[in-house]
Every structure is written in structure tokens, then in C-alpha cells.
């Protein structure tokens, strides 16, 4: 089982959040285009919160600037009630593990070396490897399930296990809080499942989760807490089952479809998906693969 | 360089097979242990035949008889000796691992911070930057040691500037071969340009001459000195920056994650770099391919993690300098080929080896 340090009570929440690109360093986009205005948003603490919405909503942008890879323009993120931006990088690197969507390691790092990296908040220049360090990565690797391949190098695993690994790294950052952007996306189905498990285990530990997530049907069956957007806004949140309606996915993604109940877990399923046919879901698709392009 | 989404398929590495992969982690630390014990005995070795060899007229034997102070079969040790090893010999030998360190720690630093296996100061232009701001300081008629030191410092400043506002181009920081190529029009323009500067100045011309093929011979102990200082503080720095260099490998946003602050560490790394070059270059003149070559083989024995590699940088490139200058007073004795050409003859083939593999590897 997972260690747990901290008891957790709302952890992360954002007020009146505005996050864009071409600011701050060095001019990076030319646009002042704002991916994210006025934005509210509170996590509930020890549970799996998925943030889903159409490609260039700003899913992902909203999850670098909760974990501080982006300042904001107004507004604030408080972590445990502390402006985010006052708190040190290593400290915060304590307090909340990010995993971007795109990672790249380099070649031949092998699992366990991978897993050692999520120390490095704990460590200090007099403070090299310790004991404490050795028994937190062996747990992070029986948490994530890969003990068996702690030696095996990263790129000669499967997508599911290397995921699970950069996970696990995330996990040896022993942080009451984990954010991952995307952990599914390039995986195939059996992939997909073994990291949401592991992080329906996570949560099972008390971490509050945050994801993003493409898929809506595994959203809906994996999080406790669904946030969907739609260019930059929030448009519903709460639990997936009183969430996802016809409506909202016509919203969303200009779909029509009929929901079903999963007959096992109760969670939502949609079948029968079609385009909806209206120039207003048309209108929104362009709006959004526009927002895609700048924010991309 | 390649990125990929995580999860995308990946072709297995091609050029780092890792020899232990899959052995169980205490042997494989083992292993290195092992090896680095044997790099330290060949290092240790090559600065004894450092000592014994040289161009002259004093053989090995003879000073080998004078080193351990009694006689060898039919050789004894003389005066002449003793004075060709504490005045030459050893302190070319002592110049030569401080310039390989220096080049081999600046070769791995410059390419975790370009992410670029073939960023090597001399291949782009930093070394050349160091040469051309010394050439610069003795038209102006300047000729002091120190001087030299902080000037070359100064150059190798500016060259590794142009490096990274190059490798800041999209299409330049993407591609490493195109990155190398942008180097080597910098090396060539400011080489150009420091012709330029002898021809219209011949004192300068004559002092710096057999300084500017890359040479350690007749390097004295003074020259160690005036590097020392920035020896030291560049080991300083590269101790704090070694692990969040090593998180940078795994991209910017996860070492951010980890509570580092890239630019801050790239600017120390580079930093770094320019003062081990500028003092390499100050001591030995421009010398290309330690660089390159040292942060390679330094991978291929202990992987991609750079706090390793930054190790192995220390003692295999004392190692490649030593004997390429051991080379260089051999080959066409009773002259002395100039250290750059030896180098150059190792570099080349890796410089190929990796160019050609067909992926680069990542860094």
C-alpha cells in the first residue's frame, strides 16, 4: 500500500484563473490569446478528479498552470490555501507531482533509474541518496505493479508499462497530489486499463488525482469527479453519472447519442454516436480546433 | 533527438544497447565499479608513460632508472633526466589531465544543455571563439599568462552565445547535424579572422604561432596555475548543477516538476563550459574532438545519466589527451606532431560513427 503522509482536505483549487501563451519568456507566441479566462475550479481532495472536453479547450493548459508551469495573467492557484506562486519550486515539487503529456527519456535509462528522478525533491547538495530514498522507490515500483522490471530498460516496454513507470515516478515524489496530462491517449485499450487502475490504486491511498483524460466512457467509469470544458470555460462538473447528459455532449463535442448505465458499475456508456447535425455544434467544432491550433 | 508521446512504440536503442540491461542493479553497479577501477589504472599508466617517452634524447629506461633511483639492466639515471621529467615531462603530463578533464567535463555539459550528442565546444565554434579573443588581446599587446586565461574565457563566452542563440533556431536546435554545421562556419569565419589579425601583426603572429595548432608542449606549471582557480570554480558549480542537469534529460516540463529551474541550471552549465574551454584553450590552444569523443565513450560505459558520465568524463579525458600528446611526440620523433592533429584523427571517426548511426541517440 501506498504511503501517506498527509491528511488531505481540499488541496488545490483555482480562482478567477486566467492562463495564455506569448507571455512571460521570451516571446514564445506572438499571440496575447487567452487559453483560460475567469476560471474557477476546487478539487475534491482523496479522489480522482478527470478533466475532459474537445481537442484545444484548454485541458492541458489548465493543468500546467495548477502545477505552476505557467504563471497565471490574473487570478491565483492555492495549494493547501497558499498562493502556488510563493512557493518554492522545490517544496511545491513535494507537494504535487506533475507527468506532462509529452515525456521523452533518454535511451537505455532503465525503470528503476526512471523511478530515482521522483527523489530528487527530497534530496539537497548534503543530502544525497538515503535509505528512506531506496525504500520509497521500491514501493513506488511494487505500487505501480513493476518490481519484476525495475532493470529493464524504458524503451524496450510496452506503452502501458512505461507509462506505469513514469507514474510510479510521479509517485516516489511522494506527493499528497498528482496531476497527469494525457497518461492514456497513445495507449491501446488493455494499455489504457492498467493505468487507470493503478490510479484508481492511487486514490484507493488517499492521493487526490487529477487527470486528463480523451476518452469519456473511461472518464466516467475511472473518476469520481468529472470536469468537462469547453473553450477555456468549465461548463459542468460534479460526479460523472450526474454529469454526463445529451446535452452536455452535444456541447462538448457536437454529438448526439443515447446513454446507457453500465450494467456492472452504473457508470455512463454512450452508444449510437453521431454527429449532431445543427450549424451551432458545427460552429463550436471550428471555434474549438481554431482555440486548438493557438494553444497548441 | 527524438520526442514522442508517451506511450507511442519505439524502435529499441541502436547505439546503446546497454550491456548489462536486464542484469539485476547491484551487479550492474558492480560491473561499472569494475571498469572505472580499471580506467584509473590505464590513467595512472599513461601518466607514468608520460614521464618514461618523450622526442628527445632521454629513454624511457634512463628515466625510467632515474625515477626509481637506482640503475635498470644497463641504463642509470642522470641529471639531464631528472631535469627532462620535473620540467617537461611532468608538467606537460600534469597540463595535459587538466586540459582533458576540462574539454571532457565541458563536452558532456555542452551536450546535455544543447541536447545534442555532437555539441562539442571545439566543433562549434567555442573553442575558436577562445582563439580568436586571444589573438585579439596580443595585437592590442597584451602577453601576460593570467591575462590570456580570463580573456579565452572571455571568447569561449561569446562562442558558446552563438551556439545557443543557433540551437534556439527551430530548424537548427531540432536537427544536431545542422546545429554542428552552423558551428563550423563560426569555427571557420573567426579562424578566417585571426589569420587576418596575425598577418597584419607579426610579433603576435610569432607568440601565438605554436600556441595555435593545440599543443601542451613546453607548458609549465605557471600555465597550471593560472587555470586553477577557475578549475576549481567550475568543479564547484557542475557538483550543484549535476542532478537537475541530469532531470533536464528527461525534458524541461518534468524537471520543472521535480522542482528545478532549467534556465537557471543551463546558464550555469554553460557558464561552466565556457570557463573550462577558455582555460583549456588559454593553456593548450584550440583542440578539438576531446569533447566529442570522451562524453561518447563515457555513455557507452555507464548510460545516459549524466551525473555518471560527468564521472567517467573526469578520468577519460585526461586519458585521450595523455595519450594523444604521448602519440604526437612519437610518431615523428625528434620532432612533435601538434596535439590538435592526433585528436582530430580520433574524432573523426566517431564524429562519423555517430553521425551515420541512423538514429542520434537522445540526450
Known amino acids: 500500500m501506498m504511503p501517506t503522509h498527509h491528511p488531505t482536505s481540499a488541496p488545490l483549487s483555482a480562482h478567477d484563473l486566467e492562463l495564455g501563451y506569448g507571455h512571460g519568456n521570451a516571446g514564445r507566441g506572438k499571440s496575447q490569446h487567452s487559453v483560460i479566462e475567469g476560471l474557477n475550479i476546487s478539487l475534491p481532495a482523496g479522489q480522482v478528479t478527470a478533466i475532459v472536453g474537445p481537442n484545444g479547450c484548454g485541458k492541458s493548459t489548465l493543468l500546467a498552470g495548477l502545477a505552476r508551469l505557467h504563471a497565471p495573467r490574473r487570478g491565483a492557484v492555492h495549494l493547501d490555501g497558499q498562493d502556488i506562486q510563493h512557493i518554492p519550486a522545490k517544496e511545491l515539487a513535494r507537494r504535487l507531482a506533475l507527468l506532462p503529456q509529452e515525456t521523452h527519456a533518454p535511451e537505455g535509462l532503465t525503470v528503476a533509474e526512471l523511478i530515482r528522478f521522483g527523489r530528487q525533491p527530497h534530496q539537497g547538495f548534503l543530502q544525497q541518496w538515503s535509505r528512506e530514498d531506496a525504500r520509497v522507490v521500491e514501493s513506488a515500483l511494487a505500487a505501480a505493479n513493476l518490481t519484476a522490471l525495475a532493470d529493464r530498460t524504458l524503451d524496450a516496454m510496452s506503452g502501458g508499462q512505461r507509462q506505469r513507470a513514469w507514474i510510479a515516478m510521479a509517485i516516489a515524489q511522494q506527493t499528497p497530489l498528482l496531476l497527469l496530462d494525457e497518461p492514456t491517449s497513445a495507449l491501446d485499450l488493455g494499455h489504457q486499463l492498467e493505468v487507470f487502475e493503478l490510479v484508481r490504486s492511487l486514490a484507493a491511498a488517499g492521493k487526490t488525482v487529477v487527470i486528463v483524460v480523451h476518452d469519456l466512457d473511461s472518464a466516467c467509469r475511472f473518476a469520481d469527479h468529472l470536469v468537462a470544458m469547453q473553450a477555456g470555460r468549465i461548463i459542468a462538473e460534479g460526479r460523472p453519472k450526474d454529469v454526463v447528459t445529451t446535452a452536455l455532449l452535444r456541447e462538448l463535442y457536437g454529438i448526439d447519442c443515447t446513454l446507457l448505465s453500465d450494467p456492472v458499475t452504473g457508470s455512463p456508456i454512450l452508444a449510437n454516436m453521431r454527429r449532431a447535425a445543427t450549424p451551432n455544434a458545427d460552429n463550436g467544432m471550428q471555434a474549438s480546433s481554431q482555440a486548438c491550433v493557438s494553444g497548441a | ?363
Open chain 2, 1 to 363: 533527438m527524438t520526442r514522442h508521446p508517451r506511450g507511442g512504440s519505439l524502435a529499441p536503442g541502436i547505439i546503446n544497447q546497454t550491456p548489462a540491461d536486464g542484469a539485476p542493479r547491484g551487479e550492474r553497479r558492480r560491473a561499472l565499479t569494475v571498469t572505472v577501477m580499471w580506467l584509473i589504472a590505464a590513467l595512472a599508466l599513461l601518466c607514468l608513460t608520460s614521464l618514461l617517452i618523450g622526442a628527445g634524447e632521454v629513454g624511457p629506461l634512463t628515466s625510467l632508472a632515474t625515477l626509481v633511483g637506482h640503475p635498470i639492466g644497463a641504463a642509470t639515471g642522470s641529471d639531464e633526466a631528472r631535469f627532462v621529467m620535473t620540467e617537461l615531462r611532468g608538467p606537460r603530463t600534469l597540463v595535459g589531465l587538466a586540459v582533458g578533464a576540462s574539454l571532457g567535463i565541458a563536452g558532456a555539459l555542452l551536450q546535455a544543455v544543447a541536447r545534442n550528442p555532437l555539441a562539442e565546444p571545439g566543433l562549434l565554434g567555442v573553442s575558436a571563439g577562445s582563439a580568436f579573443a586571444i589573438a585579439v588581446a596580443l595585437v592590442l599587446g597584451a602577453s601576460a599568462a593570467t591575462l590570456r586565461v580570463s580573456v579565452a574565457q572571455l571568447g569561449a563566452v561569446c562562442g558558446c552565445a552563438f551556439v545557443l542563440g543557433a540551437s534556439r533556431l527551430n530548424a537548427v536546435g531540432q536537427d544536431p547535424i545542422r546545429l554542428v554545421l552552423t558551428g563550423a562556419v563560426l569555427s571557420g569565419l573567426l579562424g578566417a579572422l585571426t589569420s587576418l589579425l596575425l598577418l597584419m601583426d607579426q610579433r603576435a603572429a610569432d607568440e601565438i604561432r605554436f600556441w595555435l595548432v593545440g599543443s601542451l608542449a613546453g607548458r609549465r606549471l605557471a600555465d597550471l596555475q593560472a587555470i586553477l582557480p577557475s578549475l576549481a570554480l567550475a568543479a564547484t558549480i557542475t557538483l550543484t548543477i549535476a542532478r537537475p542537469l541530469s532531470a533536464l534529460a528527461l525534458g524541461e516540463r518534468v524537471a520543472v516538476g521535480l522542482g528545478h529551474h532549467p534556465r537557471r541550471v543551463r546558464l550555469l552549465a554553460i557558464a561552466v563550459v565556457a570557463m573550462l574551454v577558455g582555460a583549456a584553450t588559454a593553456v593548450a590552444g584550440p583542440i578539438a574532438f576531446v569533447g566529442l569523443v570522451v562524453p561518447f565513450a563515457a555513455r557507452a560505459i555507464a548510460g545516459p545519466d549524466i551525473r555518471r558520465t560527468l564521472w567517467l568524463a573526469l578520468i577519460l579525458g585526461p586519458m585521450v589527451v595523455i595519450a594523444a600528446d604521448i602519440v604526437a611526440r612519437v610518431v615523428v620523433a625528434p620532432s612533435e606532431l601538434s596535439l590538435g592533429v592526433i585528436t582530430a584523427l580520433i574524432g573523426a571517426p566517431v564524429l562519423i560513427a555517430v553521425v551515420r548511426s541512423r538514429r542520434l541517440p537522445t540526450l
